[in-house]
């Protein structure tokens, strides 16, 4: 038993749960539907109460230098060779974004994340570290690239058309075929890239919720670490920061035609997602990354020797508790 709790809290899947404070437009219900502990969720739902246990909680107050802090372990893990993926995961307008890039007053995950391994690779006298990046979108099964100069086109139909394709190599490394990489060698580049892959993301939609809730968008970073010594050999991992798509059960939301197609795809994908973690962290038996190209991209980013971070992301307010659940749920499985 103890021996298995410490198996456990070392594993390589840690989750998070972060509740949205209430925003300035919404009413504080007079009994919160949800309350917390150090490492606990409990929701109230007709009577019924339900608690649900995380690897660490952030209440309202929680700033984004909390989240940051973290974190910062698995970057050091990321530099020291380990894949590892960080996902924000939850219904849409519980604060994904908000985690992952913030605001300019209150930056988020990914900006701090890249600023930190520019500042860790600085102090690293032994190794010259060089990062390059990536981005891209999934929706609807077809892969975007966000960083390509043909993005200027505004139109989504006609940017799906270079669809990408996954290859795995005699490693077991996955590569996305023809997706732009930029080289990055500082923070100022680095997040002008990022806000660039941004803004061709929600340029393609009418507007940015509806991107965010029907499409995941992916950043990779590649970091590249050599010896300085004579016949050192050059060390390759990967950092994934994934700004999932909303979560909630568009069936419900009485969505229909390519709305309802749209959710099912991310509903299927955010599935597939689930069994794999559940697989992994039974660690034993067959791994499902064939189910979705979420899956399949993350392949090896997802796996024993990677590192992953799922940030689950709920809403305080009473008429989101059924999907507040769900995301709480989903999650169950995954621990
Ligand atoms: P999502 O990406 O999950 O759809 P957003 O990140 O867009 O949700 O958040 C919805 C709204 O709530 C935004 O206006 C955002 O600024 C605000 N918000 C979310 N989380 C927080 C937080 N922790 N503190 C302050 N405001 C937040
Ligand atoms: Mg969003």
Redesign the pocket.
Known sequence: EVLNKIIDTKGSIRVFC?V??F?LTERRPIKEPVSFGPDNVVVNCSGARKEFEFDRVFHQSATQEDVFGEVKPILRSALDGHNVCVLAY??????????MDG?EEQPGLAPRAIEELFSEASLDHTHSVTFTMSMLEIYMGGLKDLLSARQSLRSYEASTKCNLNIQVDSKGSVEIEGLTEVEVTDFAKARWWYNKGRRVRSTSWTNV?EA??RSHCLTRITISRRGDAVGSKTEVSKLWMI?LG?SERLLKTGAIGRTLDEGRAINLSLSALGDVIAALRRRKGHVPYRNSKLTQILKDSLGTRSKVLMLV?ISPRDEDVGETICSLSFTKRAR
């Open positions: 972060r949205r404070p925003l939850g219904q849409t307008g519980t604060g994904k974004t908000f985690t605001t919720n965010s809730s700004d909303g992301h």
